[in-house]
Structures are given as structure tokens and as C-alpha cells.
């Protein structure tokens, strides 16, 4: 799958302000809190859209993972919690830890997708801390990312060389697959 840029597929990053209410949040408040901490909820709706057109309301999502136990304060997005939500939902969910870049590369060429845990930024040191949905690869080795830290579908939905996704990679992943 090489997954483009998809109009809806960013719901809420940077537009809380008027759509609180229609993205299914009890208050503002509640969903501002949730606008920072959103990258594995909008990675597994994302996930959801593309493989299964599943339209469950981020609030909705958010709901039914922290009833399972999918996050913590303190240590964010769990993997374990995301995929057993995905496999409730009907995908397969396998946790992997990659070893090379060509094992990666496999992977984004198959079926799947999958949600990767990075560094905050990919122009910033680090490793931790963000999830992404990386979608596939294209022809030139550029990972084709589905960030849920951009604004809308165009600067969420990215090309990353692999070398630089490498370096701001945990090697963590939940492969996804219908």
C-alpha cells in the first residue's frame, strides 16, 4: 500500500477551537487536553480509515482504548493496548521490533501499515516519544508518513528518505493488516 493524502484523515490537530463538539468531546477542555497527546489515537484511526473504512470519532476512539487500558500519563500510547484495539476492530496486529532498514522496507511494501513509534520531530534528536503511521515506500526510498502531528492532510501526509526515518526511529512498530 502506498497510501496518499486523504481529505478527513487529520481530524482535529491545530482545529479544536469550533469543532469540539462535532468530533464527539464532552467539552473544549477535554479535547485541548487530548489535542497533544492525540498521535496514537489519529495512528490507529488513520490505520482504521484505510484499511477497514472505519469512521469511529476520535473522542470515541480515545474512550474505548483508555477503557482498555491503552494509556497512561506517565508513559503514553501503549502498543500492546493499540493492537489489541485493532484486533477487536477486526485487523490483525502484530508488535515488532525491526531489526534493519531492509526488514522495514519488506514491511511497507506488503499489505500492511504500520504505527511507529519516532522521535517528537523528524528535524529534532531523538527516538521516542511520537507515534506515526508510516503507509509505504516509494520507489526512491522515501517513507511515505502519516504524521498526526501536522495541521491538515497536506502537511501531516509527508515523504521521509529512509535514512533520516531510520534515524529518528525506536524500531518499534504495530504492523496492521485486514
Known amino acids: 500500500m502506498t497510501g496518499g ?10 482545529l479544536i477551537g469550533p469543532q469540539w463538539a462535532s468530533l464527539g468531546y464532552p467539552s473544549e477542555a477535554v479535547a485541548r ?3 497533544n497527546r492525540s498521535c496514537g489515537v489519529l495512528s490507529l484511526h488513520i490505520a482504521y480509515r484505510l484499511l477497514l473504512d472505519h469512521q469511529a470519532k476520535p473522542a470515541s476512539l480515545t474512550e474505548e482504548l483508555l477503557a482498555a487500558g491503552a494509556y497512561s500519563e ?7 493496548g ?23 522496507v519488506r514491511l511497507l511494501r506488503g ?33 511515505t508518513v502519516h504524521d498526526p502531528n501536522g495541521s491538515d492532510p497536506s502537511s ?4 521521509i528518505p529512509l535514512d533520516a526515518f531510520w534515524e529518528h526511529f525506536s524500531k518499534r512498530v504495530i504492523y496492521l493488516s485486514a
Open 111 to 143: 499489505p500492511g501499515l504500520c504505527i511507529a513509534s519516532v522521535g517528537r520531530s523528524f528535524d529534532e534528536p531523538g527516538t521516542r516519544g511520537h507515534l506515526v503511521l508510516a503507509s509505504g515506500i516509494t520507489e526512491g526510498e522515501h517513507v
Open 33 to 35: 487536553h487530548w489535542e
Open 5 to 14: 493524502p486523504a481529505q478527513g484523515l487529520y481530524p482535529y490537530r491545530g
Open 156 to 159: 501531516g501526509y509527508r515523504h
Open 82 to 104: 493499540l493492537a489489541a484495539h485493532a484486533r477487536k476492530s477486526g485487523l490483525k496486529a502484530e508488535l515488532m521490533v525491526i531489526d534493519g532498514p531492509e526488514e522495514f
Open 74 to 80: 506517565r508513559n503514553g500510547w501503549l502498543h500492546a
